[in-house]
């Protein structure tokens, strides 16, 4: 059994409140096989446990490790020639990408992350081409890149089975295209091939054969609600309950979803998911942007999840999503970097700046805007709650698993800071990922001083940037081409999808629910 005592010049606990946290300075804790036994200070803590070895210089701030709640993709759409559109039209953008080393791929960003104090991620694995066995097999890979780094995945793959690019059905789409794109445009729905049985035996199969693994989780992902039947609904609701499986949905992310919804149902997408029984503590939604008033207390009397991707709705121009109506009704809210933050990178540090400061709506009362350990909370406790780690994860207490970070002291306060300045309002604001010295997960280091203890970086991106280097594939070319070709038919798709009398403006962030 591994055990280590693991010190810091201060330790952030966990959070109390959206403005009150708790920190011990000199803080230290002592882990046991990946479970957190003893907290306090490292004195007290070393001169009752002499001989354990000794982790940290005394000079780091601990952190809980951070969660990402939504994660798509290793290498980012704009590395992959896909720019920041608007979504609907990103999505005919996103055919350009490459096909990729599924496992390099996936330690791409997992480089990303763990290196800003990501422990444990959300990955919603999606347009995977080809037949079962061939989206099985992708899945494991995928999931051994986490298993070979060390962090903690909660996976899954997303559902969709109708409406696998507009807001309406494939084959009307093919049927409205010009004879010359149709064949291209139906060969690329055809790489596609699980039905909805293959994707919900899926879910079974890795739910059998990873279940009793320490650092890996599967879920359930309906898509969103454009992708998803009636059907598809219903066997999510029902395969959630067998399992008591967490769910992750994108939903509302753009009005023209929110305009979907009213066309299908007649109402909001909330209000529809609740008709299949999906609303409650296992269903998060990613995104939420375009929620009203009613979906916000909705969700909240159901105790249902919001994950908030603060960079990607600004680079996608989906709108500023409704946080602070969110957290005034109580809802537990989650942090996730999607395809890439701001920076077009996975920087967690950077997010939780991004995300205090998005939604600072004008007045004098503190209490309207996001706080300090509020942003903190979401990072860790709130991301938590979203997978089936739930409340074993994202605090530094006795019985909960042992991820947690240290961030150099020196890079947040150096040359100056006052010393009246909190705690946590400098590691908010002030630490960077190049001051991150150490992660742990299940209380092994598994990134220490800029190197990753398990798997060899510079090897791994070698590899990845030589598979690259090869002539694009007569597949890939034909993709290309119809990107390029299917764009504007698709902007015309969208082009009076929505009324104006129907919705305000896109962009309200004060008041618009």
């Not at 899954?156 to 089975?161: E, F, I, K, T």
């Not at 789409?173 to 909805?196: C, E």
């Not at 999840?305 to 960079?311: G, I, R, T, W």
């Not at 010295?437 to 203890?453: L, N, P």
Request: hydrophobic letters at 40%.
């Amino acid at each position: 059994m591994a055990t280590s005592l693991i010190r810091s010049r201060a330790m952030i606990t966990r959070t109390l409140s959206a403005t009150e946290w708790e920190e011990i300075a000199d803080g230290a804790l002592i882990q046991e096989d990946g479970i957190i036994t003893a907290t306090g200070t490292y004195d007290d803590l070393h001169r009752r446990h002499p001989t354990l070895a000794v982790v940290g210089t005394g000079r780091e701030v601990m952190l809980p490790g951070f969660v990402n709640g939504h994660h798509h993709v290793g290498l980012t759409p704009l590395q992959l020639g896909s720019p920041d559109m608007p979504l609907e039209l990103w999505f005919v953008t996103r055919m350009v990408a490459r096909t990729l080393n599924v496992y390099l791929d996936t330690l791409y960003s997992a480089f990303e992350m763990i290196g800003s104090g990501i422990t444990t991620v959300q990955h919603l694995h999606g347009w995977s081409p080809g037949r079962l066995p061939e989206v099985e097999a992708r899945s494991a890979e995928l999931i051994r890149a986490y298993e070979d780094i060390g962090m903690r995945v909660s996976y899954c793959l997303a559902l969709r089975d109708q409406n696998r690019l507009v807001y309406g059905a494939d084959q009307e789409l093919v049927a409205s295209l010009p004879p010359a794109l149709r064949g291209p445009m139906q060969r690329w729905f055809d790489r596609f091939q699980l039905s909805l049985e293959d994707n919900l035996d899926l879910f079974r199969n890795l739910h059998r054969s990873h279940g009793a693994r320490r650092r890996v989780k599967v879920q359930l992902a309906p898509a969103n609600l454009h992708w998803c039947s009636d059907r598809a609904l219903t066997a999510m609701a029902g395969l959630s309950r067998e399992y008591d499986a967490p769910m992750h949905m994108h939903l509302v992310e753009t009005a023209y979803q929110k305009e979907y919804a009213r066309r299908r149902g007649g109402g909001t997408a909330v209000e529809y998911l609740d008709r299949f029984g999906l609303l409650g503590p296992n269903l998060t939604i990613g995104h939420g942007t375009w929620l009203t008033a009613r979906d916000i207390d909705r969700l909240a009397e159901t105790g249902s999840c919001v994950c908030h991707n603060c960079s990607s709705n600004f680079r996608l121009r989906s709108g500023v999503a409704p946080l602070n109506r969110l957290e005034a009704a109580g809802i537990n809210t989650a942090i996730g970097l999607d395809e890439a933050g701001i920076n077009d990178d996975r920087d967690m540090l950077q997010e939780m700046r991004l995300v205090l400061r998005a939604h600072r709506v004008p007045g004098m009362d503190p209490a309207a805007v996001p706080q300090m350990a509020q942003v903190l909370r979401m990072a860790t406790i709130g991301g938590a709650r979203t997978t089936a780690w739930r409340d074993s994860l994202g605090t530094l207490e006795v019985g909960k698993g042992c991820d947690l970070s240290l961030v150099d002291w020196d890079g947040i306060a150096y040359p100056y800071l006052d010393p009246l300045t909190p705690l946590l309002d400098a590691v908010i604001q002030r630490a960077k990922s190049s001051a991150v010295r150490t992660v742990a997960c299940d209380g092994e280091v598994i990134y220490q001083d800029g190197r990753f203890t398990r798997v060899d970086r510079d090897g791994a991106l070698k590899q990845l940037h030589d598979e690259l280097s090869h002539a694009l594939s007569d597949d890939e070319v034909e993709r290309r081409k119809l990107s390029k070709a299917l764009l504007p038919h698709v902007q015309r798709f969208y082009a009076d999808y929505i009324d104006p009398a129907r919705h305000e403006p896109f962009y309200r962030p004060s008041s618009r629910v």
